[in-house]
């Protein structure tokens, strides 16, 4: 099974460096979503997750009016390929105990964000989750 058949988000919000966290959050709360990939200049130069919003800024006692998602993004972007398997996925997301990520053509033109629930929700790869799981929360 690959990842583009079973990803749920493929219509992605995204952010500019410069865009207040406030705004970010915002985002997060009327999508339902805990992801939103920064970009700039057509290119994905990070990714903030709604933990990183509490630990970076609210934390931090820092303003989020004022803090930028350039302030709290995680400047490392893994992500994976809509046409790899979803074993390869479940290892990735173990490896990097991430429960989510953006997934990518291979024009590296992104195309949605597939999490660890997007797996949980398909049939036939259930012994994937609870190893998956487990990994990542560890």
């Known amino acids: 099974m690959l990842i583009r058949d079973i990803m749920h988000k493929k219509e992605v919000q995204l952010v500019e460096p410069k865009t207040p966290i406030q705004e970010v959050a915002q985002l997060m709360k009327d999508g ?3 992801i939103v990939p920064v970009q700039e200049d057509d290119k994905m130069v990070g990714m903030i ?3 990183d919003i509490v630990l970076r800024c609210v934390a931090e006692g820092k303003n989020p009016e004022k803090c930028m998602a350039k302030d709290v993004m995680t400047d490392e ?3 994976c390929y809509d046409d790899q ?3 390869e996925l479940a290892q990735s997301l173990s490896d990097n105990k991430v429960r989510r990520m953006p997934v990518v053509n291979r024009d590296k033109r992104l195309v949605g964000i597939i999490s660890l629930s997007d797996l949980a929700r398909q049939s036939g790869v259930s012994h994937l989750v609870g ?8």
């Open 49 to 51: 997750t709604d933990r």
């Open 131 to 138: 190893r998956t799981l487990s990994h990542v929360s560890q």
């Open 85 to 87: 398997d979803v074993e």
């Open 77 to 79: 972007v893994l992500y």
């Open 32 to 34: 339902e979503f805990g």
